[in-house]
């Protein structure tokens, strides 16, 4: 299975201040990636899939970049409610691994 | 609106059996292809099976393959997860997911869990 390994796993930070999440895989895997939010005792929320693109109602303040190996999801002008753990999700091929996870506090 | 809602979570015994169920509803279930993915401490999120829309492929990941067992009832939008040879590592929040409607094989919209615990 590819193998996804993000950083940093924690990570401290302020309302307002621009934020930046690594993933990298163990392959290449083209664009097939995606970010997900998680808050405590909820299920992951898709924020961006195929590296770039928002899902609905996703706040401009996230983008993703990247191709190939290495992935990155900045937030730019965090908001109170950013705080939260992100996971990479790479969809390249089955099974699909995730990252082991960035808590933002 | 979309909503999955899982049920049968539960305390097995290891080797024990349980069976997972996912009621769909607010979409065309039998267009969209389906997961089941797990979320523990130890292991993090991990991807456990896979069903296309009509039932006729499913993967899965190799922790559970050959013991577990995904597949759907398109006429009452059910999917389901048959657990088997339960063991302490099983243990963790299991959620259905679909697949999205964007061109992505990633999952947009995911119940809200059930709580499998194995344990003597």
């Given at each position: ?9 924690s ?12 993933c990298?895989?163990s ?5 097939e ?9 909820k299920?992951?929320?898709l ?12 706040p ?9 190996t ?9 908001q ?8 990479c999700l ?8 995730f ?7 | 609106?979309?909503q ?26 039998n267009s ?20 296309r829309?009509?039932g006729?492929r ?24 048959q657990m088997?040879?339960?063991r ?10 679909r ?13 809200q ?8």
């Amino acid at each position: 299975a590819i193998q996804m390994t993000q950083s940093p796993s924690s990570l401290s930070a302020s309302v307002g201040d621009r934020v930046t999440i690594t993933c990298r895989a163990s392959q290449d895997i083209g664009n097939e990636l995606g970010w997900y939010q998680q808050k405590p005792g909820k299920a992951p929320k898709l924020l961006i899939y195929t590296t770039s693109a928002l899902h609905n109602e996703v706040p401009s303040r996230f983008s993703g970049r990247g191709s190939g190996t290495d992935f990155t999801l900045t937030i730019s002008g965090l908001q109170p409610e950013d705080f939260a753990t992100y996971f990479c999700l790479q969809d390249f091929n089955y099974p699909y691994t995730f990252g082991q996870g960035t808590k933002l506090e | 609106q979309v909503q999955l809602v899982e049920s049968g979570g539960g305390v097995v015994q290891p080797g024990g059996s349980l069976r997972l169920s996912c009621a769909a509803s607010g979409f065309p279930f039998n267009s969209f292809p389906m997961h089941w993915v797990r979320q523990s401490p130890g292991k993090g999120l991990e991807c456990v099976a896979f069903i296309r829309f009509d039932g006729s492929r499913q993967s899965y990941a190799d922790s559970v393959k050959g013991r577990f067992t995904i597949s759907r009832d398109n006429s009452k939008n059910i999917l389901y997860l048959q657990m088997s040879s339960l063991r302490n590592d099983d243990t963790g929040v299991y959620y259905c997911a679909r697949e999205t409607d964007v061109g992505s094989y990633l999952m947009d919209y995911w119940g809200q869990g059930a709580l499998v615990t194995v344990s003597s």
